[in-house]
């Protein structure tokens, strides 16, 4: 059964109960909570509310988690920035596993520099692998790579090498950012899909114009083929709205996104049918 989700980020200036409150009332029935949601970032994970947010709102289950990203980067040439990033992955792993999440999505990480990687930068990714590989063990949540932007010190864009990855790791599973692939063609997105689909847990769903990534879908005759061809696929995980407000032409308010999720999840159960 497919989940219709969104990230708790597209609420980030909320206390997370409003986050869990306005999500509710979109319709939509799961929520990709990550950390660094502000309110709960800041005043140091408060696990406790979070649990008391999940069980207030029954009505959002298979719900996901998403490792914390802005400013770490668990490949950074700087060893102290790659440790810490490490261990707020590892951190964010058991915070989903406290609250019972379906899946635990994480980033490959990057070059520092703004140049191809070197084999330096491999072997921390490998060491990335290796510590979610321990941490994962006899979990029963799933734990998933996303596929970044393409860009010249990217570790992990191309479908490609994807598969070469999930082939490598058997215990690992798949996140599909769409708009990220979509950066390069619809047709990326597609490839992705033919490629992997059998390890694939989560979709993050948004659009790119070629210009900005993180975009609403309702309307969007690309979206509407991949989401056929999730379904030609058999895909039954999450479909997680990772909208960027900051491409909005001003700040909407918080009745003016649940509008607008209201019309994305009724374009995507149209496109569902």
Known sequence: M??????????HEYPIDEVFDLVSETGLDA???WPETPDFWIRGQPIEELRSCLLNHPGLSHNTVHTPILDLNPCS???GVAALSLDHAVDSFRLAEAIHAAVFTFHPGRRTAKRVPSAA?????????????????????????????VSVNSLLCTPEGVRELLDKEPWLF????????????????IRYIELCHDRLVNVHL?????????????????????LHTLMEYGYNGNLTLELEDRNFDYEYSSEEKCHLLMRELAFMKKCMR
């Open 77 to 79: 040439i700087n060893p």
């Open 121 to 149: 930068d491999y072997v921390r990714f490998d060491h990335l692998i290796e510590q979610m590989r321990c941490a994962s063990r006899m979990s029963a949540v799933s734990v998933a790579i996303e596929n970044m932007e």
């Open 31 to 33: 929520i990709e909570f």
């Open 2 to 11: 497919v989940h219709f989700s969104v990230s708790s980020m597209f609420f």
């Open 174 to 189: 798949f996140t599909l950012d769409v708009s990220h692939a979509m950066g390069v063609s619809p047709d990326e997105v």
């Open 206 to 226: 948004s659009r790119s114009n070629g210009q900005s990534m993180h975009l609403p879908v309702e309307g969007s005759p690309e979206i509407e083929t991949v």
